[in-house]
């Protein structure tokens, strides 16, 4: 299986090491291999190169600056998650794209806007 992602996932202080060690060891016949990219916009940029032809099985990684631009590239399918069991503090609506660190992302957007909260 072959996952496009950024290269802070992929590096030894990321999760995608032990992620990539407990689904190998789950599932022994299948092999994960990343490709990182430094950014989503880097990654986004080889899958539109690649367009239908990408060995890309999954793309994980990519922002919210170049969401809406994929959506739009028709190169991404379905996925077929059931929406209603995701957990999250927004109601996810997006049958193509899930999110998988809002939270974490949503915590540094609330430190950011206590300090300039502070400062004003």
């Known amino acids: 299986m072959n996952i496009y992602t ?3 996932f992929t590096s030894d202080w ?3 090491p032990k992620i990539k060690q407990g689904f190998e060891q789950k599932y022994p016949l299948c092999k994960v ?13 080889r899958v539109r190169l690649e367009g239908h032809k990408t060995k ?3 793309v994980l ?3 919210n600056f170049v969401l809406e631009e994929a959506k739009k590239s028709k190169l991404f399918d379905i996925n077929h998650v059931d ?3 995701l957990s999250l503090p927004t109601q996810w609506q997006d049958n193509t794209f ?3 660190d809002l939270v974490l992302m949503r915590l540094c957007m609330t430190k950011i806007k ?4 502070r400062k004003v």
């Not at 291999?33 to 940029?45: A, H, K, R, V, W």
């Not at 206590?114 to 909260?117: G, M, T």
């Open 56 to 58: 890309a099985d999954i």
């Open 98 to 100: 899930l999110p998988y």
């Open 114 to 117: 206590s300090r300039i909260r």
């Open 33 to 45: 291999n990343y490709m990182p990219f430094e950014s989503g916009g880097t990654l986004f940029n």
């Open 83 to 85: 929406l209603s069991k």
């Open 6 to 8: 950024y290269d802070s």
């Open 14 to 16: 990321g999760a995608g």
């Open 61 to 63: 990684g990519l922002d």
